[in-house]
């Protein structure tokens, strides 16, 4: 059974397009609804599932998704239904002391700490990073819907061995294109 580190934009897009969610799908950059529909499918099933989510120990990403979500939004909702059922496996990693940067920034290896360059991005990956190294433990990716940041590090993140689930494939291989191509 695989583990998730779930990007915040994955609760964002999913919260958007489910019906009972009051956060409106203008509010996210998928502007497909085919494309954000995928994302809002994954979710679902993710909730009706026995897969597990991954979070580090300190909270840093469950604030990030309270932060950006309310508790009325389908993305909360979710992350709380896997707290209840005992969903939810806790990662402890080290932090960097980065005044300059306001969310917490986490310690990664070379090349990554270097490759990495969305810092509140580092507790995804530190996160994943410790689930993957547990012995015995079951494996762990990142799940990801439209940053296109992830294209940028998929070479490094590889050779790691951490492997980004994208949702919308080409719509958000697209939009790197697009960024790239400027």
């Avoid at 409106?24 to 994954?42: A, C, F, I, R, T």
């Avoid at 998929?154 to 191509?181: C, F, M, P, T």
Wanted: charged fraction near 25%.
């Amino acid at each position: 059974m695989t583990r998730h580190v779930i990007d915040t934009n994955v609760l964002i897009v999913a919260s958007g397009e489910h019906p009972e969610s009051p956060f409106s799908s203008q509010n996210h950059p998928v502007n497909d609804p085919m494309e954000s529909g995928k994302v809002l499918k994954w979710l679902i099933d993710f909730e009706k599932g026995n897969r597990r989510m991954v979070v580090d120990v300190d909270w840093a990403i469950l604030n990030e998704y309270q932060n950006k979500l309310t508790d009325q939004d389908y993305g909360a909702r979710v992350v709380f239904e896997k707290m209840v059922r005992g969903q939810i496996d806790y990662m402890e990693i080290e932090w960097v002391d980065n005044p300059a940067h306001p969310a917490k920034v986490a310690v990664l290896n070379k090349p990554l700490d270097t490759v990495i360059h969305d810092l509140a991005d580092t507790k995804i990956v530190s996160t994943c990073l410790k689930a993957i190294d547990q012995v015995n433990g079951p494996g762990c990716n990142i799940v990801n819907a439209c940053d296109t940041d992830w294209y940028d590090w998929q070479e490094a993140l590889g050779v790691a061995g951490v492997y980004v689930e994208q949702l919308i494939e080409e719509w958000s291989r697209n939009k790197w294109k697009e960024h790239h191509d400027r």
